[in-house]
Every structure is written in C-alpha cells, then in structure tokens.
T-cell receptor, first 119, second 111 residues
Framework: ETGVTQTPRHLVMGMTNKKSLKCEQH?????MYWYKQSAKKPLELMFV???????ENNSVPSRFSPECPNSSHLFLHLHTLQPEDSALYLC??????????????????FGEGSRLTVL | EDQVTQSPEALRLQEGESSSLNCSYT??????LFWYRQDPGKGPEFLFT???AGEEKEKERLKATLTKKESFLHITAPKPEDSATYLC????????????FGKGTRLSVIA
C-alpha cells in the first residue's frame, strides 16, 4: 500500500468511448503526475500538477485531458482514443514537485496503475 | 537531449549468484540519479537516490553506486524475491522533463 490509489485497475474501451481514470493520494503530497508505461519503452511523463501550476508535456494528444480538482485527486479523461494508446497508466505523487530548479529526493509514490486496452 | 540507457535488458541469475545492473546517462547537469523496483502488475517502488559521483547507498542485498557517467546496482547473493524490473531515472538541471527514465532491466532469480 503506497498511499496512492488508482481506479479502475483495468479498462477496455472502444475508440469512440469516453472514460476517466481516477487517482487519489492519501499522503498529503503537493504534486501529482500521470505517466504512461508501454512495453519496451521508458516511463513517459504526461502531466504534472502542483499547488502552483499545471505542467503539460507538449507531445500529449488532446484526446487525453487531465483534471486536478484538489491536491489529493487527479483524473485523466479519455476520449476518442486509438489502439496505440493501450498501455499501463500510472499515477504518482511527491511531497514537492520534482523539477530542474532544485535538488530533489526523486521519490515518487506510484499507484498500481490502470491497464487500458483500446479496441 | 537527456538520455538514460540501462543494460542488460534482461538478466537471469541463479539464487546466490551476484551480479550488477548498469545505468548509463547523458545529461547536461545531473541533480540526482534514482533507482526504482517494479514488480509485475504494480507501480514502481522507490529504492535509492544518488547525488554525486562516488556516492553509494545500500539496502539489504542491493548496493547502488554512481560515477560521472553511470550507475551500478549491485545485487549480492540474490533471492527469488529480488525478481523484478529495476528502473533507473535521472533528474537534470535543464529541460522540461523532471525525471528521465530508462527502459529498465528485468531481473529473474531462479531458486
């Protein structure tokens, strides 16, 4: 139990569906992240939220839409996905946002992931 | 562009057979190097942070070391429960990505 809970654990959707992934952290952390993990590829950062701002990876297609209503909850809204979007989507949190401006412990707390299959 | 390369891609060891995993990195300025462990069907779990060349960290059968170009994760007398994918990541002092991850090394320890 890492303190980061993701739901659903598994999701199968068609290309025209709209669905959402949910993440909740119980650690009192200030930053939350969405990562995509595909086979044979490194973890790919999608979005970062902190108390101050949202940092978005410019290469993320608009069919992925994040939402962070408060510091404990993070959503990833999915719409009109493609089969190549099938992957494990991981949510993570950290005490403070990890960025280039300061030394950080690098300690991310990950959830167990949502396995997404797009048909 | 910041890069992290892990080798080997997969490693199979007999129980008790010590070995090392490699993480080579290319970054403009290193703020830290991090090791994670990922079990099948789970998210990565943080293991170590290394900040400067010459630094070492230990945890049970694992020991992480850092040079100016690479890090090693030494596994001494591994047990089957050490089987997992080990991920390396770096934090650079420039660029937009907070942590750059490698593809990982999949370790299997056979009893």
């Amino acid at each position: 139990e890492t303190g980061v809970t993701q739901t659903p654990r598994h999701l199968v959707m068609g290309m025209t569906n709209k669905k959402s992934l949910k993440c909740e952290q119980h650690l009192g952390h200030n930053a939350m992240y969405w990562y995509k993990q595909s086979a044979k590829k490194p973890l790919e950062l999608m979005f970062v939220y902190s108390l101050e701002e949202r940092v978005e990876n410019n290469s993320v297609p608009s069919r992925f839409s994040p939402e962070c209503p408060n510091s404990s909850h993070l959503f990833l809204h999915l719409h009109t996905l493609q089969p190549e979007d099938s992957a494990l989507y991981l949510c993570a949190s950290s005490q403070d946002r990890i960025d280039k401006t300061k030394v950080n412990t690098g300690e991310l707390f990950f959830g167990e992931g949502s396995r997404l299959t797009v048909l | 562009e910041d890069q992290v390369t892990q080798s080997p891609e997969a490693l199979r060891l007999q129980e008790g057979e010590s070995s090392s995993l490699n993480c080579s990195y290319t970054v403009s300025g290193l703020r830290g190097l991090f090791w994670y462990r990922q079990d099948p069907g789970k998210g990565p779990e943080f293991l170590f942070t290394l900040y400067s060349a010459g630094e070492e960290k230990e945890k049970e059968r694992l020991k992480a070391t850092l040079t100016k170009k690479e890090s090693f994760l030494h596994i001494t007398a591994p047990k089957p429960e050490d089987s997992a994918t080990y991920l390396c990541a770096v934090q650079a002092d420039s660029g937009n990505t907070p942590l750059v991850f490698g593809k990982g090394t999949r370790l299997s320890v056979i009893a």
